[in-house]
């Protein structure tokens, strides 16, 4: 074991004289576990299987997949009845100083192994003889006297012996091993395979995650930073710093996905490692629904294999990416309004069938495929009638809707929809009240005429009720954590904050007409909204209605107002509008029944457009720079990336 570049595999070709491959630059070699054999000229009997490792600083892979590759190999020849002898950590002693991931190594290692197995450790320094020889001496004297490297694990019986990349060096390193036939058993064996921990319980599962901790808080600071920068940006119009900035959100953001994805893949047992290396070593494709399925049977977090990375604001390139169509059953029909996942793997439907009870799909982004189907309970006492919207919980794990008079939410066994609450408890006219909910599903916002409540979806009575609002044009809006529900007339927006209990409006100078529709979505902490308004319109007349879209950031307690924009486009009064908002704040779409068009936040251009949009839905995707275009006649759909 040890880092990329300590000289593993030129060991390895030293003992065996077989052509191993070595690397020579920043590269790293060695992508899995290999095991190579050889015979030693002082073992009698027997052979001397050597095993070659990826270090913790490989340079394709990260800390996470590596630590799953060596617990796959070190679960599975364990309990398989395979132990180990000792183990050969190397480290270069032309290195200047133990820098920040050669200390990362150490941990990890120490972690990996316990210390019950250090006693068969030894701790090998390479590159004598690339190294002048007092400065090599000076360096592995420091190496050995001081805890934090290698003197605590000397303490425990590691020992440490320098090669001098010489064959007759080589072969003295397994004199120690030779003396005395005991075998160990790694920490990381023992806690998962007779411990049946995950990956994530282990010692070095936790040394990982508080590294992803770290990366994680780093991450996020620098992403609110940026955003206070872009934002500055927005309001100069200054094209060519906010394209410099986006580049350096869009990095960010890819981090921030990474280090969420790492922590994800510790969640493994013995056996889903097992299972997961023996599919991966057969060559075997790994199924569409085998992604989708956490260990509770609800569609889980999914690998998005067509996902694109936030791109620069100035690259608008726009390019279909897939299509595809319903599989459902002819007979079915399906209701506008659908609804994608967290994850961006799969879309939820509501679909009706003449004479029965309409049921929630969850539909396959890839194929188009039906792999899970919720059907109402039996309930006479209410109406039929599914009328959404479809919301997802944030951890995935559940979906609501709504009926005509009550709230329904999936059941695991057997799969389900099942009356959660009657909207009778919340207003009097269910039929026509408007209802929205926090992304933990805790907390349920609903609107009438002249009032929104708010209330704990785990009980019957009502946290807040604000009266005044008459002439509410739409469902409220939770902001992100569930800390502010935003709702608007014909007048003016409104913020409340939950916990404090308290409103205010945003100012009117900025919503100088009526607003048709409002929008948001999460952009890491912070919320945009985007409020469209008509400006000179003329209702009776047949002229081009024109609209304005006013974007605002949530980032604190108070809407701050980012920029305007002219989202005019071909239009009759009678014409219904739709909005979307990308993740990122950098796109707005705007559709009717004539044409759609996406426009470019920072420079207020309309980017791109299609026509002829009648009985067609567009929506952004939650986490990445996609849309999603379903035409409900036929039935299909079509994924569109922006930029390259």
């Known amino acids: 074991m040890g880092m990329t570049g300590s000289g593993k595999s030129s060991l390895i070709a030293l003992c065996t004289n077989e052509q191993v491959e070595i690397g020579h630059d920043l590269q790293s070699c060695t992508q899995d576990v290999r095991t190579y054999s050889f015979r030693h000229p002082k073992l009698r009997s027997g052979r001397i299987h050597l095993v070659d490792t990826p270090g913790f600083d490989d340079t394709n892979r990260s800390d996470t997949e590596i630590l799953r590759t060596l617990a796959a190999w070190l679960t599975r020849t364990y309990s398989n009845g395979v132990k180990l002898s000792g183990i050969l950590y190397l480290h270069r002693i032309n290195q200047p100083r133990m820098q920040g991931s050669a200390l990362k190594n150490i941990s990890l290692f120490r972690s990996l192994c316990g210390d019950d197995a250090l006693k068969k450790v030894v701790l090998v320094t390479t590159m004598w003889d690339i190294t002048e020889n007092d400065i090599a001496e000076s360096r592995e004297k420091q190496l050995k006297n001081m805890r934090k490297y290698w003197g605590g694990m000397i303490a425990k019986g590691s020992q440490l012996i320098h090669h001098d990349n010489t064959r ?74 906010a394209d410099a900035l986006e580049e350096l959100r869009r990095e960010n953001e890819q981090a921030l996905r990474q280090v969420l994805d790492s922590h994800q893949r510790l969640q493994v047992t013995v056996q889903q490692l097992q299972e997961s290396e023996a599919a991966k070593s057969k060559g075997r494709p790994k199924k569409v629904h085998d992604s989708y399925f956490s260990e509770d049977g609800f569609p889980g977090s999914a690998s998005i294999v067509a996902a694109l990375s936030p791109t620069q604001p100035l690259d ?83 979906l609501v809707t709504r009926g005509f008079y009550g709230i329904f939410k999936s059941q695991r066994d057997p799969p389900c929809l099942k009356l959660w609450r009657e909207l009778t408890q919340f207003y009097a006219n269910a039929g026509k ?42 469902w409220p809006i939770f902001g992100k954590n569930a800390e502010i529900l935003i709702s608007w007339t014909s007048r003016e927006l409104r913020c409340w904050n939950i916990e404090r209990q308290y409103g205010w409006k945003i100012k009117e100078c900025f919503l100088r007409h009526l607003p048709a529709m409002v929008n948001c979505t999460i952009s890491g902490d912070s919320l945009w909204l985007a409020a469209t308004t008509e400006r000179n319109g003329d209702l009776a007349g047949d002229r081009e209605l024109e609209m304005e879209t006013s974007i605002f950031q949530l980032s604190g307690e108070c809407p701050e107002f980012v920029t305007k924009l002219d989202t005019t486009i071909k239009n009759k009064p009678s014409s219904a509008f739709d909005f979307s908002l990308s993740f990122n704040g950098a796109y707005f779409s705007c559709t009717n029944e004539i044409e759609a068009v996406i426009f470019h936040v920072i420079t207020g251009k309309a980017v791109w457009r299609e026509g002829n949009f009648k009985d067609k839905q567009m929506k952004f995707f939650p986490s990445s720079n996609r849309f999603l275009i379903f035409d409900y006649p036929n039935r299909t759909y079509c994924i569109w990336g922006i930029g390259s």
């Open 168 to 241: 007759k060096s080589a072969l003295a390193l397994f004199n120690a091993f030779m003396e005395a036939d005991e075998k160990i058993t790694l920490k990381i064996q023992s806690e998962m395979v007779n411990g049946n921990k995950s990956l994530e319980g282990t010692d070095a599962g936790n040394d990982i995650k508080e590294m992803l901790a770290e990366q994680n808080a780093r991450l996020k600071k620098e992403r609110q930073d940026l955003e206070t920068e872009f934002r500055e940006a927005l309001k100069k119009r200054d094209e060519e710093l």
């Open 316 to 398: 608008t390139s726009m390019k279909v990416l897939s299509k595809a169509t319903l599989r459902e059953g002819s007979r079915v029909n399906v209701k506008p309004g659908f609804e994608i996942s967290p994850d961006e793997s799969y879309m939820g439907f509501i679909f009706y069938r003449p004479r029965s009870k309409d049921y929630v799909a969850l539909i396959s982004m890839e194929s188009g495929e039906e792999f899970r189907r919720y059907d109402r309970v039996e309930n006479e006492a209410y109406d039929s009638k599914l009328c959404g919207p479809i919301t997802f919980s944030s951890d995935r794990q559940t």
């Open 433 to 474: 009240g408007l209802t929205s909910f926090s992304a933990n599903l805790e907390l349920i916002a609903t609107r009438e005429d002249c009032s929104i409540s708010l209330a704990l979806s785990s009980e019957r009575f009502v946290l807040m009720r604000s009266e005044a609002v008459r002439g509410t044009l739409h």
